[in-house]
């Protein structure tokens, strides 16, 4: 069996010595009608699994409750508020833990650098409901009230430079940087602690006991306050990766269409590459050679041809993620989606080749010796 196809592969390989600019034409035209597509569906994929990787552990058993916006100039209204709110989401029983975070904005400066942007205080706890909240680094230090934690993106996109232990400012006031995190990849967040951090809108989530009903403790925490919005986490999640899948709908739909543009054009090229060889494929029959054996031949050549435009695709992509991430966008080529790029151009090229073919052999013999069409 491996001599046999031994065989064929050295076949097909003199047939692509022998049409070197046919071969040459199509892998250009694969090259550059599969590299749209594979850079948009590797933005896609790594955007999916960043986005769930940040979603919280046990979603379904979280709720999170939104409407707790404070004044900065009724600090003890705000307090209040806050102590009472927190204090009846944990006097139910059926609550396992609440923890939130609270966003505002201020001036964060690095060096000669500075923008305005948002930033988070969130309470000790808060880290503990996701997979891997610090990707670099570690936690706060609850000792401490100069620490922070930068979000991935912000870190590479804004100075590049900075690190972990680097020094920056939120408002004049000097943070250390302890750690990074690709949970909040546009953030800075902090660990609250005073009044003056619960300034700007606050979020509080609602860890509901495991086997306690989630529908019966969302609508007892409704009955505290009507203003509040209740929501569980599990839905925002598969509201948020279907907006995005509708977001990123457009453009797979424009990619896809350059796809089957270059497949059009590869097809065209194969039809004249298998009309004339025609007389070729008589002889092979005539002299005992299956339909099979000369469609498998053919898809061995087509697959080596258009396998080294992937590689040269992937290869690009591969070694210039980190360019391609510092001034594009973020992508990953990985071994999962290596192997389901090159799975998808197998079945294409098996595609490819049996259609064609069989319409040419479906010919008879003589025909095919005189190179009828």
């Known amino acids: ?11 097909s390989l003199s047939l692509i010595r022998a049409n070197k600019l046919l071969a040459c034409f199509t892998a250009i035209s694969y090259f550059i009608g599969i590299l749209m597509p594979i850079f948009v569906v590797s933005i896609m994929a790594h955007d999916e699994k960043q986005t769930k990787a940040a979603f919280m552990k046990h979603s379904e058993q979280i709720i999170q409750i939104q409407g707790t916006q404070f004044d900065l100039e009724d600090l003890k209204q705000k307090e209040k508020a806050r102590v ?3 204090e009846q989401l944990n006097a139910d029983s ?47 230090n609850p000792l401490r009230k100069d620490e922070c934690i930068v979000g991935t993106e912000l870190s590479q996109k804004l100075w590049r430079t900075a690190g ?15 750690g990074t995190t690709a949970i909040f990849p546009n953030r800075v967040v902090m660990l609250h602690h ?6 700007g809108f606050s979020t509080f989530y609602v860890k509901v006991n495991e086997g306690q ?23 925002i999640n598969k509201e948020y990766l279907a907006g995005q899948r509708t977001n990123h709908s457009l453009l797979l739909l424009i990619t896809l269409s350059i796809f089957v543009y270059a497949i059009i054009n590869i097809s065209n090229v194969i039809k004249f590459m298998l009309d004339e060889r025609r ?67 197998v ?27």
């Open 1 to 11: 069996m491996w001599n046999r196809m031994y065989f064929h592969f050295l076949t």
């Open 84 to 86: 009472i709110l927190f």
């Open 94 to 140: 059926a609550v396992q833990d609440v923890f939130h975070k609270t966003e505002t904005f201020g001036v964060l400066a690095y060096g000669t650098y500075m923008r305005y942007l948002q930033y988070l205080y969130v309470d000790e706890s808060f880290n503990q409901n996701y997979n891997q909240f610090v990707q670099e680094g570690r936690w706060f």
């Open 164 to 178: 972990v232990y680097d020094q920056l400012f939120i408002n004049n006031k000097q943070c250390s940087i302890i």
């Open 194 to 199: 005073s009044d003056e951090d619960w300034r």
């Open 213 to 235: 009903s989630v529908e019966q403790v969302t609508t007892s925490l409704k009955q505290l306050n009507p203003s509040l919005e209740l929501q569980r986490m599990d839905y």
């Open 279 to 345: 007389s070729r494929y008589g002889i092979q029959i005539a002299m005992g050679s299956t339909k099979k054996t000369i469609i498998l031949e053919f898809f061995i050549e087509l697959l080596l041809i258009t396998s080294v435009s992937l590689i040269a695709v992937l290869g690009i992509l591969y070694f210039n993620e980190h360019l391609i991430e510092k001034y594009i966008i973020s992508i990953r080529i990985d071994g999962w989606f290596v192997a389901a790029t090159f799975l998808t151009n």
């Open 347 to 373: 079945m294409i090229c098996g595609l490819l080749s049996t259609l064609y073919l069989k319409k040419i052999l479906s010919n008879d013999v003589v025909s095919l010796i005189r190179g009828d069409r």
